[in-house]
């Protein structure tokens, strides 16, 4: 009966197993594999090349930047989007009319494709495009967005954030409606201003909704690819160039698999240390957990 | 001898003979000089091209059932469009995951294939082919497709850089040009005085866009200058000739404005600009929406000049069908077949090349038009920048160029810093 009961349960989790092993684990082995070598992809021949594409990390001299600028990409999508994500979370957590409409209209955007998104945003952001003549209107000679490094990375990101801020905000909104309405009742009688109901109540009891928010937005600008293949591909410079970006150029462009692969797995190794150590740190940062 | 044994006998001649009847005829329908052993319908060939034009399609699939009606081993023959941008990622792709196509057009992926091997030397069975007439291409354009007195890709596209004009736009803006004496300072000139009177741009590098260099081509070559010695093995961006000839591009976009700077957008086909730099094949573009005139490219301060765009189509030896495929190309470039090319793409056979004959499959250009900007130019026209590798140098050269495009840049040192980062790929 136990045996039974435990093939039912291998039959039950094996379209996951099967899913994981075709979309994860193999492809993992393989981009390993991979690494190992340098493959000739137009003759199909593969050479042993050992440690030699993770000694090639250390000597790369456009990985620092590319390393740099996913970190300010990176930090800035997740700060910007888990602010903003709250802050309109808390804004259209109350009743009045039209909130519908309004939480509607945030969360559009995720729904809309990305290369469509961002082919738009491309437009807009041109030098004689439609934010610059909008800020002429009002007599300000707005910068050339894309072309000057500061400015392309800002763009990109909230390109990145005002797209998919509406997935944070939908959780923070249900986060905020789990929290019971007695104990801003409570605070209130005890005399608590808001911000201090807000940081002592609001805070810890949606912690889990922050700690998740938080590791899927980190992964998805880690991952972040189609808003700077379209917008910058990668510049000015390597202003913009971020790891995955980088990663599809040596693969893909340069048709040096093994970097590349090597660098896919820097990345992997990035995402996985992050993800632990945020979940490790949950027990200082959830409420729940203890 | 049982009756079983010459059954199997039996069917094991009429094999043979069926294979050597389908190799006969294929033989006789290409006059090519090799048989083919494949059993009738058994040969799937596929071809990528970038083209998605429904009129050029529609001719290689009507060529192409001319060649299945003469030969009974090819089951099909395709042609997949891939899209321009992403071409040469997809043909690796696919080339790596083991469905590569059996011939394939290309354009700055052909050292890279030449170098690894990747393609079939098609000399030989060109020159054999009865008829082919081997002897009819330019010298001047094979030579970019060719190593070691080999051909590896029939270059099918040979399209000379011109300079198109916007008549209406010039007469808007009072101007004139001196078509007689047609220098890059006048067309600066002219284009500034343009972009002052009407808001629009001045002249515009097609393709350009602030990251493709090599279009650049089309300008620096007028200065003497090139993007590597003749051997490719080192940058030259660093010359005096660049200098000169990047100094010029800077001043016209942030002294002169007569070149749309980075991030603005003017299209000279939508009537944006007063020139564009482009190829002849671009003309298909004008709409008739203003009076256009189209003259070869301006001198340089080392004279005339001119530059071509190319591309070739060639079988992979990877393909499972490599003489099934060659003697489809031989058949593709015929000199019959490439007549009916050449309505799309300037041709590599100096029989077809006059401007008469070019002209009645161009409705866009008059005869003279054609003589002066495309046979003209061909014969002593230079390529754009090619080498191996030639993503990567693209975009490390991309990048340290992107140093240029602000108004206090410091020309020399940039391009100098352009040599610091290719120089290690073209001494590989």
């Known amino acids: ?78 700060a910007l989007n888990i602010a903003l994500g709250l802050a309109l979370a808390v804004m259209l957590n109350r009743r009045f009319r039209g909130v519908t409409l309004f939480r509607t209209l945030f969360f559009s955007p995720v729904v809309v494709s990305v290369v469509a998104w961002t082919l738009v945003w491309g437009f807009l952001l041109q030098d004689n495009g439609g934010i610059n003549g909008f800020l002429a209107q009002f007599g300000v000679v707005g910068p050339n967005w894309l072309q000057e490094g500061p400015t392309a990375m800002a763009a990109v990101i909230v390109t990145q954030v005002v797209r998919s801020v ?4 939908v959780l923070f909104l249900s986060a905020l409606q789990g929290v019971p309405g007695e104990l801003y009742e409570a605070a209130r009688i005890d ?36 808003q700077i293949a379209v ?35 820097m990345l992997l190794t990035f995402v996985m240390l992050l993800t632990v150590l945020q979940w490790q740190l949950r027990r200082k940062w959830v409420f729940y957990e203890d | 001898m049982n009756t079983a044994t010459k059954l199997v006998g039996l069917a094991a001649l009429a094999t043979t003979i069926a294979v050597a009847a389908a190799g006969c005829s294929a033989s ?21 091209v970038w083209t998605s034009n429904e009129d050029q399609l529609a001719l290689f699939d009507s060529i192409a059932e001319e060649y299945k009606s003469d030969h009974p081993e090819i089951k099909s023959i395709t042609f997949e469009s891939l899209p321009f941008a992403d071409y040469n990622t997809t043909l690796t792709t696919q080339i790596a995951g083991g469905n590569s196509p059996d011939l394939a057009w290309m354009g700055d992926l052909s050292k890279d294939l030449i170098a690894s091997d990747a393609l079939v030397p098609l000399t030989d069975t060109l020159s054999e082919t009865k008829g082919w007439d081997y002897d009819d291409l330019l010298g001047s354009v094979t030579a970019e497709f060719t190593a070691d007195d080999q051909l590896y890709a029939y270059p099918f596209s040979n399209s000379p850089f011109a300079l198109y004009v916007n008549e209406s736009l010039l007469a808007e803006a009072g101007q004139t040009l001196d078509t007689d004496n047609l220098t890059w300072d ?42 590597w010695n003749e051997d490719g093995t080192e940058c030259t961006f660093d010359s005096d000739e660049m200098v000169k000839a990047f100094q010029f591009l800077h001043d016209a976009i942030y002294v002169d404005k007569s070149m749309p ?39 340089g301060p080392e004279g005339t000049y001119s530059v071509i765009g190319q591309a070739g189509v060639g079988v992979l030896e990877s393909s499972a069908h490599v003489q099934e495929a060659t003697d489809f190309l031989a058949f593709l470039t015929n000199p019959e077949n490439a007549a009916k090319l050449a309505q799309f793409f300037p041709p590599p056979r100096e029989s077809l090349l006059t401007g008469e ?18 046979v003209d130019q061909i014969s002593d026209a230079v390529t754009l920048p090619n080498h191996t590798s030639p993503a990567e140098i693209a975009q490390k050269a991309k990048t340290a160029l992107d140093a240029m495009w602000t108004p206090d840049a410091d020309v020399e040192s940039v391009l100098s810093s352009v040599c610091t980062a290719i120089d290690p790929l073209l001494a590989k």
Not at chain 1, 39 to 65: C, K, R
Not at chain 1, 195 to 214: G, V, Y
């Open chain 1, 1 to 78: 009966m136990a045996r039974r009961d435990a093939l039912t349960g291998y039959l039950f989790i094996s379209p996951q197993l099967i899913g994981v092993l075709v979309f994860v684990l193999i492809p993992v082995g393989l981009a390993i594999y991979y690494s190992l070598n340098d493959w000739n992809i137009f003759t199909g021949e593969l050479q042993f090349v050992g440690g030699d594409h993770y000694a090639a990390l250390l000597e790369d001299p456009q990985l620092p930047s590319v390393l740099g600028a996913t970190a300010i990409f990176s930090g800035g999508v997740v």
């Open chain 1, 166 to 169: 509406g997935i944070n905000m």
């Open chain 1, 191 to 226: 005399g608590a201003r808001n911000s201090t109901m807000f940081t002592r109540i609001t805070l810890p009891l949606i912690s889990p909704t922050l700690l998740l928010t938080a590791i899927i937005t980190i992964v998805g600008a880690l991952q972040a690819f189609a």
């Open chain 1, 231 to 265: 917008l910058t591909q990668g510049g000015p410079g390597l202003s913009t160039t971020v790891l995955v970006y980088y990663v599809f150029q040596q693969a893909f462009d340069f048709n040096n698999i093994g970097y590349g692969s090597t660098l896919a797995l």
């Open chain 2, 28 to 48: 006789a329908g290409s006059g090519g000089p090799v048989a083919t052993t494949a059993p009738p319908n058994s040969v799937d060939l596929r071809m990528t």
């Open chain 2, 186 to 227: 006048q067309v600066s000139a002219v284009g500034s005085a343009a972009n002052a009177a009407t808001g629009k741009g001045g002249f515009v590098i097609r393709d350009f866009n602030y990251a493709s260099w090599n279009t650049l081509a089309t300008v620096w070559t007028g200065w003497g200058a090139s993007a």
């Open chain 2, 261 to 299: 700077g980075p991030g603005t957008t003017a299209d000279f086909f939508a009537g944006d600009s007063a020139f564009t730099i482009a190829q002849v094949s671009r003309a298909s573009l004008l709409d008739g929406s203003f009076e256009y005139a189209v003259y070869p490219l301006p001198a």
């Open chain 2, 357 to 374: 004959k070019l002209a009645e499959v161009n409705t866009k250009l008059t005869a003279e038009q054609l003589q002066t900007v495309v």
